[in-house]
């Protein structure tokens, strides 16, 4: 290589990172209004299978396969809103009790914690604020989830919008497309639909076994399981996790019911991601483990938690595209598991 082709690799270098540098930023920015359009794309690969079903089985026409299609979302997001709702007003009615456990909680700790006895004389009344925890907090909090619920569902709207006109468009096209983007369809749609009835399955599971141990907000739990499960790894702990709070500040969960509502959900999480999971999925977008990981940070630190969920398809479409050029074909290589053991 002569010194005027390193040149040129070096500038070609720098540019491909001032320019991700800045496309990272234009997402940044753009972030509202590409959002909910990109959750739209990724919804409609997920709702195509239901139209191509009414409209190949049943002989539906395609712009009623589409409408009814729709209808059957609308349902379904004003069924989660209601279980939302129900679950706030839960918690309000609740917030008595609950601020009852938590001082009882505090006053068990603070008897049985023998602080006086390693020269620490009054360091039990540390814990004093804690116990005077106004109800009054708990109030603030759910006004403050209630917006941010409402803030969502306003956002929930436009994706419906966009899903709608994408469906729409997809239904009336014939033709079947070949390519780059025939690939990055198959495999983005293939992953969605498969990890979507391997999270519904989880989060289920995870409902039926809080509401049988007689947890509050089981359903609510079961559901933020189902959207947990999009985000690898990480969104499995979480879900186990989330209980926690409500398990711990409920009078009537016994000892034995917390620890298995922990436990349980856990070894779900465990025989799902680890057994179940890895089977049905394979390695249908062909991601490393490492390159998942940072693009979960990536994705995180531009979209917070939707980004989050969008992550890997997001990253798959990237690699997919990558392998097309020779200057990003390394690249390609370095996220995915095909490439690393070459």
Known sequence: MNLSDREQRIQTICLLVLSTIATAAALYWLGPILIPFILALFLTLVLTPLVQVQTRVLRIPPSLAVVSTMALLSVVLMLIGGLVSSSLQELSANSAAYQEQISLTIERARDALPLERFGLPGAHHALDPLSAIP????????????????????????????????????????????????????????????????????????????????????????????????????????????????????????????????????????????????????????????????????WGALWGIVGMLLATPITAILKILMERFDLTEPLARMLSVSGQER
């Open 135 to 298: 109800t009054k907090s708990i109030g603030q909090l759910l006004v403050a989830t209630t917006n941010a619920i409402l803030d969502l569902l306003s956002k929930g709207f436009i994706v419906m919008i966009f899903t709608f006109f994408l469906l729409a468009g997809a239904a009336g096209t014939q033709a079947r497309d070949t390519g780059v983007r025939a690939e990055i369809e198959l495999r983005v749609k293939g992953y969605l639909v498969t990890q979507t009835s391997i999270s519904a399955g989880t989060g289920i599971l995870v409902w039926l076994v809080l509401a049988y141990l007689g947890v509050d907000l089981a359903l609510v739990f079961g559901m933020f399981t189902f959207l947990l499960n999009f985000i690898p790894s990480i969104g499995s702990v979480i879900a186990v996790l989330l209980p926690l709070p409500v398990v711990l500040v409920s009078p009537d969960i016994t000892t034995t019911q917390a620890v298995l509502a922990i436990a349980v959900p856990g070894a779900i999480q465990l025989f799902i991601g680890n057994i179940i999971a890895p089977k049905v999925l394979g390695d249908a977008l062909d991601l490393h483990p490492v390159a998942i990981l940072l693009a979960l940070m990536f």
